[in-house]
């Protein structure tokens, strides 16, 4: 589904990843752990085409098409869905507005407004999500897991096939992370695929990946299988020599 081969990535002239390779198949969940600052996010932002991030050099396909030649709506279109760290809020624009907007411009078809609120009803009851969300600001004044919930909603409604999760268990206690990670495996099917940006094992213990990675230096020092990520949590990233050096922007 998604090949990064030898990708080196600066902002502000400083070198984030350095020669950054990873491989996504269909239907996989790949975690990739490392400390904060290391740069995990930088890997989230740069296939989402975020612009401040300079590509020095390197590839990013996504299903066989060149991924850096399309911009950030033409990288929504193909199924890719970012859920951030810190959901930021948005004044006066409603879940409801938004998601329709989104909808419309993917498909390129009118959404029917009627059987639209009635999706958007039943996906609310599936997820444990008040109702009282679709017509809410996106995010507004909404506490940490409830962000969270409101992307769950965003993703359910939008059904895109490549999903990032950075740090989806930040802010969140046992009992909402429980919850998420159940939904988001509810969703999967044996064509779409989680990439986990994480630096413990909280989410991995219910999203159990099917390989896991170790950043070093803008790199993959180490990889494996779950096992690798309770190796992590028992002894710490100092014992794969992971330095801090780096920006995790």
Not at 15 to 41: H, Q, R, T
Not at 113 to 132: A, D, G, M, Q
Not at 211 to 229: M, P, T
Request: proline share 2%; hydrophobic share 35%.
């Amino acid at each position: 589904m998604l090949s990064i081969k030898n990708l080196t990535v600066s902002i502000d002239e400083k070198v984030i990843l350095k020669d950054f390779s990873l491989d996504i198949n269909d239907g996989e969940i790949v975690a990739l752990m490392g400390p904060n600052g290391i740069g995990k996010s930088t890997i989230c932002k740069v296939i989402m085409g975020d612009t401040h991030y300079k590509i020095e050099s390197g590839s990013i396909t996504y299903n066989k098409e060149d991924l850096l030649s399309l911009d950030v709506v033409e990288r929504s279109r193909r199924g890719i869905y970012l859920v951030n760290q810190n959901p930021i809020e948005i004044e006066g624009v409603s879940n409801a507005e938004m998601l329709r907007s989104a909808l419309e411009c993917r498909t390129g078809e009118h959404t029917n407004f009627f059987e639209f609120n009635k999706r958007v009803t039943e996906i609310c009851k599936r997820l444990n999500i008040p109702t009282s969300f679709i017509h809410r600001g996106i995010n507004e004044g909404m506490s940490g897991g409830e962000k969270k919930k409101n992307e769950l909603l965003h993703l359910y409604v939008l059904e895109p096939k490549f999903i990032m999760l950075d740090e989806l268990d930040s802010g969140l206690d046992v009992d909402s992370l429980r919850d998420l990670a159940t939904s988001l495996k509810e969703y999967l099917s044996e064509d779409i695929s989680i990439l986990i940006i994480t630096h413990h094992i909280s989410i991995l213990e219910y999203l159990k990946p099917d390989r896991v990675h170790v950043l070093k230096g803008g790199k993959i020092v180490e990889s494996g299988s779950y096992d690798l990520a309770l190796s992590v949590e028992g002894n710490g990233f100092r014992s794969y020599e992971v330095s801090s050096d780096g920006d995790d922007e």
